[in-house]
């Protein structure tokens, strides 16, 4: 699963490193699959029930499973969500991370901030015994606490063979409840938290999630193992 991991952490990193005012989000995801086969590995969500990309690529208001067009062009002050799966060896790497376009407002730097340290918060608290409940807490905590607001429709979710597994990990919750983390145990930690309400939508391509109010939301992702020494993130980029 590090093999899986640090590919798809390396997916990411190009697609950081290749957004750009303008560019479509087809093209970014096309940076995102040529990274991924030619390091030896298979985008675990092309074709995943029958989803048509890479990479879910969400811009703005979208929240998750943005599907990639030649027509979305990259603007100056976008916030850019880019979630994505690898699978090589027989295991999947799952990550995810919004990223700015040129200068973005304080107030979308404020929910990426939000959003990503919650990530970090909750991954601290990974080690054997801990429950589902903790790392739901701290994150729905962090960012309710800061006036954000938590998806409740979408969770992080254990990974390994499948690139979706038991348990659920909410982003909402309470501490003390859940099962309960144990060594070997790999679990993809999802924040997904919006700038207004929490309401969202699914636009008629079956895929596409929205905010109903329109306003922004951020996404991010770790594949995290639980060992007897605490939490290892697998989807850090070389
Ligand atoms: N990356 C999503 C997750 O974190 C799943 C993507 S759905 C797919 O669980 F259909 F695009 F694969
Ligand atoms: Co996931």
Do not use: Q, W
């Given at each position: 699963m590090k093999k899986a991991g640090l590919i798809t952490g390396g997916a990411l990193k190009a697609a950081g490193n290749a957004?750009?005012?303008?560019?479509s989000t087809y093209d970014l995801d096309r940076v995102i699959h040529d990274y991924i086969v030619s390091h030896?590995?298979?985008?675990?969500?092309?074709?995943?029930?029958?989803?048509?990309?890479s990479a879910c690529i969400s811009v703005?208001?979208?929240?998750?499973?943005g599907i990639p067009s030649k027509s979305e062009k990259l603007k100056k002050g976008d916030i850019v969500s880019i979630d994505v799966g690898a699978y090589i060896d027989g295991y999947h790497g799952d990550s995810a991370k919004t990223f700015a376009v040129g200068e973005i407002s304080p107030e979308a730097q404020a929910l990426m901030d939000s959003t990503e340290q919650s990530l970090y918060a909750a991954i601290e608290a990974?080690?054997?015994?801990?429950?589902?409940g903790d790392i739901s807490h701290i994150v729905q905590e962090y960012n309710e606490s800061r006036g954000f607001s938590v998806v409740r429709q979408y969770v992080g979710h254990g990974v390994g063979r499948d690139l979706h597994e038991d348990p659920e990990v909410p982003n909402f919750g309470r501490a003390g409840h859940g099962p309960r983390l144990v060594p070997g145990m790999v679990i993809a930690i999802e924040p997904m938290i919006n700038q207004g309400g929490a309401q969202v939508k699914v636009l008629p391509d079956g895929w596409t999630v929205k905010t109903v109010d329109g306003k922004l939301s951020a996404h991010f992702e770790h594949t995290v193992a639980v060992t007897a020494d605490g939490p290892v993130i697998l989807t850090l980029a070389e």
């Open positions: 957004i750009h005012e303008g560019m030896g590995a298979k985008p675990s969500f092309l074709h995943y029930s029958g989803y048509p990309a703005n208001d979208t929240v998750i499973h990974v080690r054997p015994g801990a429950r589902i």
